[in-house]
């Protein structure tokens, strides 16, 4: 059930795609992370990406979320330039914008409740009343009805990850960024959790942005992938193209096949565990 809306967001433009990606670079202390990123995302689509570790994909997101500011190149959101507009403008689109954290990031000193009020204090002037009902509509939609007076540290892994996502709808999101959603569930409450993103989706038609290496979820939630490694887009498109693809990029992540200095270093110590002798067995070379 949606919550209520704030009369006073200002509406955007339904033409063209929700986020545009313009030849974006992103450098930390000299080192260039992103290498001219460019990639749209439509409106009510989700697109999950993919990425090994190091190959710029958190980066990325937190360039599309505006922690970071490009080097180069333009982020659009909603039809506007992010880094050429005004501040007051830029946190009007911030509004619009949910981001649910890998380890769910909820303040262990509040209540799930008070997590999920905190951003509805700070950005509106609703009644404590109203917000108190909001609170309480977005943990139904994640299925925690009834945990407003619990602590995060009494919850479950799953449970924070929920609490965390009651959060970020708190503001009646147009876009929802995942990261890494699944990291650290064990394969049943994954599966809840990929489950609430369909539902989410479903339910108001978002545009959702998943960070993942779990190619089990991101064949289920996503409407199209994108593959991220060191800091390039290697190869985009639906599910199925990616499935199909004949990249050696995408096959070799697809079909998890390690490097090939991983893959050296994995038979040297299989060649040394297997050197090493049994436990009660004489040493290579000498006898009892």
């Known amino acids: ?21 313009r030849e974006v670079r992103v450098s930390y202390t000299g080192r260039e992370i992103l290498h001219g990123i460019t990639f749209d995302v439509q409106r009510g689509e989700t697109l999950v990406i993919l990425g090994g570790s190091g190959s710029g994909k958190s980066t990325l997101l937190r360039t599309l979320v505006g922690l970071e500011k490009p080097s180069s ?5 909603a039809g506007k330039n992010f880094s050429a507009i005004s501040e007051t403008e830029r946190d009007d689109i911030r509004k619009k914008i949910g981001m649910s954290f890998q380890g769910g990031a909820l303040f262990g000193s509040m209540t799930v ?27 139904d939609q994640v299925g925690l009805s009834g945990y407003e007076q619990y602590m995060p540290s009494q919850l479950s892994g799953g449970m924070k990850k929920r609490a965390a996502v009651a959060r970020a709808l ?22 809840g959790i990929d489950q609430l993103i369909l539902d989410l989706k479903q339910a108001f038609r978002m545009t959702i942005i998943v960070v993942t290496h779990e190619l ?3 064949f289920l939630i996503a409407d199209r992938m ?9 190869a985009m498109g639906t599910v199925k193209e990616m499935q199909n693809s004949t990249h050696p990029r995408v096959r070799q992540f697809m079909d998890r096949v390690p490097e090939p200095a991983v893959a050296q270093e994995l038979d ?3 060649m040394l565990t297997e050197q090493q002798p049994r436990q009660g067995s004489p040493s290579p070379g000498k006898s009892r």
């Open 268 to 270: 040297y110590l299989q």
């Open 216 to 218: 089990a979820s991101a």
């Open 113 to 139: 409740g008070e997590n999920v009020a905190l951003p509805l204090r700070e950005h509106t002037k609703l009644e404590e009343s109203t917000i108190d009902i909001m609170v309480r509509l977005k943990l």
């Open 170 to 191: 708190a503001m009646d999101p147009e876009i929802l960024f995942f990261d890494e959603p699944s990291a650290g569930l064990d394969p049943i409450i994954a599966a």
């Open 226 to 234: 994108v593959l991220i490694n060191k800091g390039d887009v290697v």
């Open 73 to 77: 190149g333009e982020v659009w959101i």
């Open 1 to 21: 059930m949606p919550g209520i809306a704030d009369p006073t967001r200002p509406s955007v433009s339904l033409d063209g795609p929700m986020i545009s990606l």
